[in-house]
C-alpha cells in the first residue's frame, strides 16, 4: 500500500527569503543631529509643510535612530530572514563627497548591522531612499551629470565600510518615483516641475550611477565579499483599458518600466527604442534641434548593460491604459498619465481602493508583472523589494493586512510554481508605521503599530504581524488567518 501525502502545495521553495523593510527618511528622525547635513526631503518639507497631508513630517518620525535597538528586536519577533533598511547619505557623508565621513553616521549603521548579523538577520542595505544631501540638489542634484560619481564615490565609501558583513546592496530606490514621477509633479521632493526636461535627466542619470556602483561593487568588492547588488524598481501593473489599447499599453510600459530597466536588463541596452523614437519626434515638432531625452554613449550602453544581479521589483497596485481623449478625467495620482506618449491611465472598479488615492488592489497584477519581466528580460532572478498595504486604521486588528499579504504571496506561489518564474524573496513594507511621505502619519503600512503620540514611539504587533511570523515560520501559506492579537509576539 503507498500512501500519498500531498504536502507542500502552499510551501514556499527552500532558500526563499523573507524580510521587511523600512527607509531612512521615513523612521530615523534625529534629522540634524550631530554633523548630519538636510537632505531634498528635510529642506522640501520645511518649506512647504502644508503639502503634507498633516502638516507633518519626518524631523523625528519612528525616532529609530534612537530606537533601532527595538526595530531589531522586531525583525528577530517576525522571525525575519533579512531587514531591508537604507542609509541616509547626508548621514553618512554630510558634505555630498566621500573625502569626510561622519563619525556618528558611520557608527549608527555599523551598529545597526552588527546588532542584526547578532540575531541571524541579514541586513539588506539600500544605498538611496530618496534622500540626496540639499548641497548637491543645488548643484542641480539629478539633473546633474556630476551626481553619477558623486553617488559612486558614496557606493564605495559604503561598501568599504559594511560590504564585509551586507551581501545584498540595493543602489536605487524606485527612480521612477524620484524622477518621472517627481519632475512631473513637483509633489515628491526635490518640488521641481520639469516635466520631460528634468525627468529625464534624472532618469538617466540615475541609470549611470546605478551602473557606475555596481561596477565599483563588481571589480573591487565582489571578489572578496561576494555580495549582490541591483537596483529596486516599482511597478504598477498596466492592463490595457480594450482589446485596442494593447499597443498603446505596450508603449506604456516601455515608458514607465522600460526606461528604468532596459538600458539595464536587456540584451541590446540602451532607451526602450520606441520610446527614444517618440520623444525624438516629439522635440522635432516642438522646434528643438535635440531630442529632450537625453541619448546615451555608445560607451554608456556598454557600462551599464548587464549591471544587475538580481531584478529587485516593489509591487503594490495596478492601472488600465487607453489612449488619452479629449475630455478624460484626469486618473489616480501618481500615474496620471504622460502627454509625451498620450496616454490615459485609470484602473478598473472592481478593483477595491485602500487607504491612500493610488492605491487600488488587484493581486494577481503581481504574478502578470513577474511574467512580463520574465518575458522581457529572461529568465533572471527577481526579488520583491516591497510589497504591503495602506490603511487609515491605525487599529491592531487589521485583517483587511493580512487579507492583502495572503493574496499577494498566494499570487507569487502561483508565479514560482505555475509559471516557472524564479522569485527568491519577498519583502513586506513595512515594519513599522512610519513617514508616509505625502500622506504623512495618515496612512498606515506598518505590520507593527507605532504611537506618534508617545515621545517613546512605542510599538505594537498588528495581527499582520502575527500572521506574516507564522508564514516565516513554517516556510509556507498553509496558515491560519485567525490569529489573535497580543501585545507579545
Ligand atoms: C514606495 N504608487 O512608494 C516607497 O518605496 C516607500 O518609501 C513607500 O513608503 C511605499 O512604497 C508605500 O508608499 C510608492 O503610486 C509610492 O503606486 C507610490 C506608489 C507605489 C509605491
Redesign the pocket.
Given at each position: 500500500v503507498s500512501v500519498y501525502i500531498v504536502v507542500g502545495s502552499r510551501d514556499f521553495p527552500p532558500g526563499f527569503k523573507f524580510g521587511a523593510a523600512t527607509?531612512a527618511y521615513?523612521i530615523e528622525g534625529a534629522w540634524n543631529v550631530s554633523d548630519k547635513s538636510p537632505s531634498v526631503w528635510d529642506k522640501h518639507i520645511h518649506a512647504h509643510p502644508e503639502r503634507v497631508i498633516d502638516v507633518s513630517n519626518g524631523d523625528i518620525a519612528c525616532d529609530s535612530y534612537n530606537k533601532w535597538q527595538r526595530d531589531v528586536e522586531i525583525a528577530r519577533e517576525l522571525g525575519l530572514h533579512f531587514y531591508r533598511f537604507s542609509i541616509a547619505w547626508s548621514r553618512l557623508l554630510p558634505k555630498g563627497y566621500a573625502n569626510y565621513i561622519s563619525e556618528a553616521g558611520k557608527k549608527y549603521y555599523n551598529d545597526l548591522i552588527d546588532a542584526l548579523l547578532e540575531k541571524g538577520i541579514e541586513p539588506l542595505v539600500t544605498l538611496y531612499?530618496w534622500d540626496l544631501p540639499q548641497s548637491l540638489q543645488d548643484l542641480g542634484g539629478w539633473t546633474n551629470p556630476l551626481v553619477s560619481d558623486w553617488f559612486a564615490d558614496y557606493a564605495r565609501v559604503a561598501f568599504s565600510l559594511y560590504g564585509d558583513r551586507v551581501k545584498t546592496w540595493i543602489t536605487l530606490?524606485?527612480p521612477v518615483?524620484y524622477c518621472d514621477i517627481a519632475y512631473n509633479t513637483a509633489v515628491l521632493a526635490p518640488g521641481i516641475y520639469s516635466p520631460g526636461r528634468g525627468s529625464f535627466l534624472c532618469n538617466k542619470h540615475s541609470i549611470i550611477a546605478h551602473a557606475k556602483a555596481w561596477r565599483i561593487y563588481d571589480e573591487e568588492f565582489r571578489p572578496k565579499y561576494n555580495g549582490k547588488i541591483s537596483l529596486a524598481n516599482?511597478i504598477?501593473w498596466l492592463e490595457p483599458a480594450t482589446e485596442e489599447d494593447i499597443e498603446i499599453t505596450d508603449i506604456t510600459r516601455q515608458f514607465l518600466i522600460g526606461m528604468y530597466s532596459h538600458p539595464i536588463f536587456s540584451k541590446e541596452g540602451g532607451w526602450p527604442p520606441v520610446i527614444e523614437k517618440i520623444i525624438a519626434e516629439k522635440s522635432k515638432k516642438e522646434g528643438l534641434n535635440h531630442s529632450r531625452l537625453p541619448p546615451f554613449t555608445q560607451e554608456e550602453i556598454e557600462l551599464v548593460r548587464g549591471t544587475y544581479d538580481f531584478f529587485g521589483f516593489?509591487y503594490?497596485?495596478s492601472r488600465t491604459v487607453a489612449t488619452a481623449k479629449e475630455g478624460d478625467k484626469i486618473g489616480p495620482w501618481?500615474?496620471t498619465g504622460s502627454s509625451d506618449i498620450g496616454v490615459h491611465l485609470t484602473v478598473k472598479p472592481e478593483w477595491k481602493s485602500a487607504a491612500t488615492k493610488?492605491f487600488f488592489i488587484y493581486p494577481e497584477g503581481l504574478r502578470k508583472q513577474l511574467s512580463w519581466l520574465k518575458k522581457v528580460y529572461g529568465d533572471i532572478e527577481i526579488f520583491i523589494t516591497?510589497n504591503g498595504f495602506a490603511s487609515y486604521d491605525s487599529g491592531l486588528d487589521d485583517q483587511d493586512r493580512i487579507q492583502y499579504y495572503k493574496d499577494h504571496l498566494e499570487q507569487v506561489l502561483l508565479s514560482i510554481k505555475e509559471d516557472g518564474v524564479k522569485v527568491t524573496g519577498y519583502t513586506a513594507?513595512?515594519l513599522i508605521d512610519n513617514f508616509?511621505?505625502m500622506d504623512g502619519y495618515k496612512s498606515k503600512?506598518g505590520l507593527y503599530q507605532v504611537d506618534f503620540e508617545d515621545p517613546e514611539r512605542k510599538r505594537t504587533p498588528r495581527a499582520s504581524a502575527h500572521y506574516y511570523a507564522s508564514i516565516i515560520k513554517s516556510h509556507s501559506l498553509d496558515v491560519d488567518v485567525n490569529v489573535k492579537i497580543s501585545d507579545e509576539l
Open positions: 527607509a521615513q531612499h530606490n524606485e518615483m516599482q504598477a516593489n503594490y497596485t501618481p500615474y493610488w516591497e513594507w513595512t508616509e511621505w503600512f
